[in-house]
């Protein structure tokens, strides 16, 4: 592979005028992952979610998702995206995890409710058999090389299912597997949903480097190591003391607004959204959906903290 990690980590970085790893996903890159996902399979399982974070993977661009999945990750199950269903797939599912044990990567979309025994999730049914998420979370986080968590219900506090009042017990991985004692490493790419780049550059990071430089919160430092509020553009009308009364003005800052960016860790401030064309700040404000304790403890979204 021609692409040392320190290039890598460049291309996932990004530039300050916004490109990222989906703008410059180079062919040496994609030529190198072709060969490391046929060996490393990929098993994404859902929760409780609203399936955005999967709807944010298919928006990646560049690289286009044909490509995602046909050449830098191998998808086996996926239970939005596959052709097939019941019985069948989760059949090639545990046949998959059963032939890599130990080499295939777990995803996990969702939250995982442990609640009346997981029944509030159930996932699939073998032999007239109910599956939980919470069976299948645990029996496949034994198997995996790594699991990475994707989106705010899968990290930390289990996102929306697990904001207040929620009767399901829904939980992260990270709790799952702490009770259950599985010791299979988790990263957490969290984000309501996380942006393309964030999961498709840390599968890669993975599948070639091995597991990227971690926080506190086992978030890759690559794309949650820096602030939004100290690296806004609209810095210098928090400095001032200039904000905007209204979400859609294009001048002042948002902290009166309710902007959470002080609290958020990301980089989309400088990624952008959307293949580049906006970010939250630029037509609204940020409510810090990368952090734990998202979204209880980022509400009331549209309150100054
Ligand atoms: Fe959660 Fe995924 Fe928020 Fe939705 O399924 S992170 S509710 S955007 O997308 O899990
Ligand atoms: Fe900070 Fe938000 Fe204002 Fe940007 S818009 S400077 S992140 S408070
Ligand atoms: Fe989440 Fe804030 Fe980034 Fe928007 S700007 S995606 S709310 S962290």
Redesign the pocket.
Known sequence: MSLKRRDFVKLCAGTVAGLGISQVFNPSLVMALEKAAKKTPVIWIQGQGCTGCSVSLLNTVHPSIKEVLLKIISLEYHPTVMAAEGELALEHMYEIANKYKGKFFLVVEGAIPKAADGKYCIVGEMGGKEITMLELTEELGKKAAATVAVGACACFSAGIPGAEGNLTEASSVKTIFDEAGIKTPVINIP??PP?PDWMVGTIAHVLLYGIPELDDNARPKLFYGLN?HENCPYRSYYESGTMSPVFTKKEGCRYDLGC??PV?N?D?WKRH?NNGVN???ENAL?????EPGFPDDMSPFYESM
């Open positions: 984000g309501c942006h939004i959470k960016g958020a990301a989309c959204w970010w939250c700040i940020c409510i810090g959906c990368v």
